[in-house]
């Protein structure tokens, strides 16, 4: 007997409609299918008793990615739905032939006890399985058609285990590799296969081998489901969790000991590891960027540093610079650091000369300035040749901010980048720290990333310095480079311990071009440079008569917002903005101090600053808030966790920082935070047993979260949750405030910080992807957003840059104090404390700072502690013994910086 009989012999023996016969052979046909695919299914994932790996390589094989790069989940459930479609067509063929009433079913009995014959009772079993199995495998069929996604070593355990399906797929097991062996004996027999000279003999071959194969498969899937349900059981305290294959976790784990891991590669950082490099501690810096490519470049107008050579700038001292800073802050800084910073910054600027930073010197005899819209002519001291100059800056009594034109930031990157260079000192480029490793109070490293391969390491260190700078792109405009996204400050904030200082304090420049945010330096201002509105009118003295264009920043800023509120901006597509006029300064002088403004204008605005005014409006520029630390930089809740630079609250700019001390502090907090790590790492304090295990729980923490986020199904977009977030920032959270606003920010950002965990990815690749960067950075910047938002809603008072206009007094009685925010794991927000500042203490008690209307709610130690600061100062003649008098500080420093700064001679202004 041939293996198939023709389809006209079927369609005769089927009498004269040819219908049944077609049906039976698409039933025959369907059957053959879906048993075929059973086996291999079967098959497939059996593939979880090699390996996980195997099984994963075996789901992304069915969601494409051999073929396509990637995998698309989409093709699982059009294969599904096809079986379904088959399954449910083969079920109903399969129909025909069932007796539907009493009388065919006691005919079909009959017949079977007559025969006596063994496939008649198989085909009852058939029968009765197939039944069953329609119900059974149309949930699992169903299942893996809607939830494509849930397919893979983890996932698969977690639906059988977790899902509790197990029962469900054991039931199936039998039915279906029951119904299926007999369905394929009976297809095989029906088609003529059995054939020969004895085709009895042949039929009970093909029926051995038919239990022979159902056995076998049934051995197979009873071993793949206890497989899948060990995994499952081990695996359900982490249910949910994607599986990430062993070549994508990079096999072992990679780990890389230090004394010292810097992270960040800018001004603070360098200096920081050329300080512990220097004390013979091995030290590491990780960046995102290129070193010379770090955001310290873009640093135009100067740093302030009270050398007191230029003629403008003789009498100033360490007592001027120090009063500046704190009135600048309006009081919110720690005066101690500010003392310490004081001292230290003509020592800094001094060394970064030694090294290469070419600073604007000061020329003997004449020369013509812009002061107060006027030319004047100034008088350089024959003693002063040579010296570093300086220009004058918004909010200092003397001009003490030197410059090297308008590149300081690029001349003293590239130099302190090039002294690390000589030090020998590592820079791991385009590499992130994802998560700051941490056991019992103690820091003990970071999980990083490679931007580039995906690569994650564990850099484990005796002391760990975040230097990131800050926080500005939380914002839609900003001055800062758009690295700045305040992920070294999330990194804190996710430890649930390390605490982050005055988050709400954000200043805002008032000199960035219209449209592109770009800043135009504080130097233009400070070189003579007119604020003009629409009219062509030089407003600022009718605001601040005194000081003008350079009262403080955030004075500046807000009288610039408060004239255009009045109708006063010049109109354009991009919203209101006003006029800087350097015109007044000369081509000449422009070509030589302010070239990068010039080059700016040129590229970005398409004028020349010599002929035409540039537009300018107030720009979310500087983040005063961040880490907060002691006077040494370290966090007092996280031992081992250093910061400096603007990624810290050290705290000397409080709730507003002068133009000219950024830079300043970056490296005098990384001279002064680099001495100090070096006596820590070489104390008792530094020591530590830096744990392999817990290393390895942080980094299996990151990968499971890079795994997730690209296996996530989420219907939400970064994109657009991040531009809701900074809109949001800008409308609510920018130059002014209020109670109203205040409170939708903080509801709306915890929306958004909610949705932020639905996010789905276009590119599933975990190694170069920017868009899984984005979804990854995204919850950090939104808590960080949400740090600064609270902060701002609780502090019901105006100081510094935080201006509310429904608390316009400056409340020292209630609010002289530090805003501390944590985040406790688990928690939806953030949780606030305040830290007061000791008046009793200050060498500087708070007082009027000198702009507009004194509106200020005195503190009631206030005149107690001026008193006695009067007191001492008349006792004490000389300024030295007078301040030491008041508020030792000498004490605290690294012995080799004590000494003091010197000086042409002092002389009375």
């Known amino acids: 007997m041939p293996f198939m009989i023709s389809h006209n012999t079927l369609v005769r023996a089927a009498g004269s409609s040819p219908w049944a016969a077609r049906l039976d052979l698409a039933q025959s046909l369907t059957g053959l299918f879906l048993g075929l695919f059973m086996w291999l299914h079967m098959l497939f994932v059996a593939t979880i008793l090699i390996s996980e790996d195997a099984m994963w390589w075996v789901a992304r094989m069915f969601e494409g990615q051999p073929l396509f790069g990637r995998p698309y989940p989409l093709l699982v459930s059009f294969f599904v739905a096809f079986v379904f479609a088959v399954f449910v067509a083969h079920a109903w063929l399969a129909l025909r032939k069932f007796p539907i009433h009493w009388r065919q ?9 007559s025969l006596g014959h063994g496939d008649t009772t198989l085909w009852f079993v058939q029968v009765v399985t197939g039944f069953a199995l329609f119900f059974l495998a149309s949930v699992h069929l169903y ?63 093909l029926k051995r081998l038919k239990w022979g194969l159902t056995g076998f498969f049934l051995v197979l899937g009873l071993l793949t489901l206890g497989a899948y349900m060990k995994l499952g059981q081990e695996h359900a305290p982490h249910a949910g969790e994607r599986y990430v294959p062993t070549w994508q976790r990079g096999g072992l784990m990679r780990l890389i000991y230090s004394d010292v891991l810097v992270i960040g590669g800018g001004l603070a950082g360098l200096r920081t590891a050329i300080a512990t490099r220097r004390r013979g501690l091995e030290t590491r810096i990780l960046s995102l960027v290129p070193a010379k490519r770090s955001h310290s470049v873009a640093a135009q107008g100067g740093m302030q540093a009270s050398l007191g050579h230029a003629i403008r700038g003789r009498g100033d001292n360490e007592d001027v610079h120090f009063e500046d800073t704190v009135r600048g802050s309006d009081w919110g800084c720690d005066q101690v650091v500010a003392r310490m910073f004081a001292h230290m910054a003509p020592k800094a600027v001094r060394e970064l000369a030694a090294w290469g930073v070419p600073w604007n010197r000061v020329r003997r005899g004449e020369h013509m300035a812009v002061i107060n819209g006027e030319r004047v002519v100034l008088q350089e001291r024959d003693a002063a040749h040579g010296l570093i100059t300086a220009r004058d800056f918004g909010g200092t009594k003397k001009w003490r901010t030197c410059y090297t034109s308008d590149g300081t930031g690029h001349a003293m990157l590239y130099a302190v980048s ?44 005796r002391a760990t310095v975040i230097a990131t700078g800050g926080y500005g792109r939380i914002y839609g405009v900003s001055t800062n480079a758009l690295i700045n996204e305040g992920m070294g400050t999330a990194l804190a904030l996710e430890t649930g311990q390390a605490r982050l200082g005055n988050m709400e304090a954000v200043q805002f420049h008032p000199t960035a071009i219209v449209p592109a945010g770009i800043l135009v330096t504080e130097g233009c201002r400070g070189d003579g440079g007119l604020l003009r509105d629409a009219d062509g009118h030089r407003f ?27 109708g006063k901006g010049v109109s354009s597509p991009y919203g209101d903005h006003l006029w800087l006029d350097i015109t007044v300064l000369g081509a000449a002088h422009i070509e030589r101090n302010l070239r990068e403004v010039k080059d700016i204008c040129q590229h970005f605005l398409g004028l020349d600053p010599a002929r035409d005014f540039i537009p300018v409006r107030p720009t979310q520029h500087y983040s005063m808030g961040g880490i907060r ?44 935070v680099g001495e100090y790590i070096a006596d820590f790492c070489q104390s008792d304090q530094g020591d530590v047993d830096l744990s392999t295990q817990v290393a390895r729980h942080f980094l299996a923490r ?18 657009a949750i991040r531009q809701a977030m900074e809109r949001i920032m800008t409308e609510a959270v920018g130059l002014f405030r209020n109670g109203p606003d205040l409170e939708r920010a903080v509801d709306e950002l915890g929306q958004l910080l909610a949705r932020s965990q639905r996010l789905g990815l276009a590119s599933r690749r975990l190694d170069a992807n920017p868009e899984l960067v984005a979804a990854y950075r995204l919850p950090r910047m939104l808590k960080v957003a949400l740090t600064v938002a609270l902060g701002a809603l609780h502090r019901t008072e105006s100081r510094g840059a935080h201006s509310r206009e429904d608390y316009p007094a400056r409340d020292d009685a209630r609010w002289l104090k530090r805003t501390l925010a944590h985040w406790p794991e688990g928690s939806s927000t953030p949780v606030l404390e305040y830290e ?22 005195e503190h009631p130690a206030s005149a107690a502690r001026q008193a006695q600061v009067d007191v001492v100062r008349a006792q004490q003649t000389d300024r030295q013994a007078a301040q030491a008098a008041l508020m030792p500080y000498l004490h605290l420093l690294p012995e080799r910086y004590r000494g003091p700064n010197e000086r042409l001679p002092e002389l009375e202004p």
């Open 702 to 719: 990151e990968e499971a979260a890079l795994a997730a986020l690209v296996a996530g199904r989420g219907d939400e977009r970064a994109p």
């Open 105 to 113: 079913h006691r005919d079909y009995w009959q017949h079977m006890a």
């Open 540 to 566: 600022m003295p009718d605001y601040e008569p005194e000081k003008k264009e350079l009262a403080s920043r955030d004075v500046v800023s807000r009288r610039m917002a408060e004239h255009m509120r009045q």
């Open 418 to 461: 090039d002294r690390a260079v000589a030090e020998a000192i590592p820079v791991h480029e385009r590499t992130e720290a994802l998560a700051l490793i941490h056991e019992g109070g103690r820091c003990q490293g970071v999980v990083a990333r490679d931007l580039v391969t995906g690569a994650l390491t564990a850099y484990m260190a």
């Open 836 to 857: 007061p500042l000791d008046v009793s203490a200050m060498e500087l008690p708070p007082g009027f700072r000198g702009y507009g209307v004194k509106n200020i709610q």
């Open 629 to 672: 630390t002691d006077f040494r930089g370290e966090s007092p809740w996280l031992r081992g966790l250093f910061s400096c630079g603007e990624a810290a609250c050290w705290d000397m700019h409080g709730f507003n920082r002068l133009g000219g001390n950024s830079v300043a502090e970056t490296v005098v907090s990384g001279m002064l």
């Open 143 to 205: 299942t893996m058609m809607m939830h494509p996604d849930l397919i893979g070593p983890y996932e698969s355990a977690d639906r059988v285990w977790t899902g509790r399906l197990w029962p469900l797929y054991l039931v199936m097991l039998f039915a279906v590799e029951i119904h299926g062996g007999i369905g394929l004996y009976r297809l095989a027999v029906k088609w003529g296969w059995p054939g020969g000279s004895d085709p009895n003999r042949m039929r009970q071959r």
